[in-house]
């Protein structure tokens, strides 16, 4: 399984940026996909998480609750992405962010430990 993450960039308070996780290679049925970020200086950081089910054709999103909903998830079947959409973008949120599968599909996985495969980062740059 490979991930690969991209979208990144600078932009300035207020402002949004969408980025893309495109996952290829087997993977099972179930799985989940999320999003972390590291700030310089900071511990990694669980951002957003999205429960994939091939067969029913589902995906469920779940968050990290300090984001007061300004960020979503979503997956594009066709393309085998999942997006992370930013917005309302603050200085704070400025960090490396990486995709990264969790292949067990536990439940709500936010654990870095449980998501066995991991996309290169991306950087997120937001100014005052």
């Known amino acids: 399984v490979q991930l690969q993450a991209s979208g990144g960039g600078s932009v300035q308070t207020g402002g949004s940026l969408t980025l893309s996780c495109a996952v290829s290679?087997?993977?099972?049925?179930?799985?989940?996909v999320g999003w972390f970020r590291r700030a310089p200086g900071k511990e990694r950081e669980f951002v957003a998480g999205i429960a994939i089910n091939t067969r029913l054709n589902t995906a469920n999103a779940y968050y990290a609750s300090s984001l007061k909903g300004r960020f979503t998830i979503s997956r594009d079947n066709a393309k085998n992405t999942v997006a992370l959409q930013m917005n309302s973008l603050e200085p704070e949120d400025t960090a490396a962010y990486y995709c990264a599968l969790d292949p067990a599909a536990w439940p709500t996985s936010r654990d870095p430990q449980r998501f066995r495969y991991w996309g290169q980062g991306t950087q997120v740059t937001v100014s005052s």
């Open positions: 290679g087997r993977t099972s049925t179930t799985y989940n």
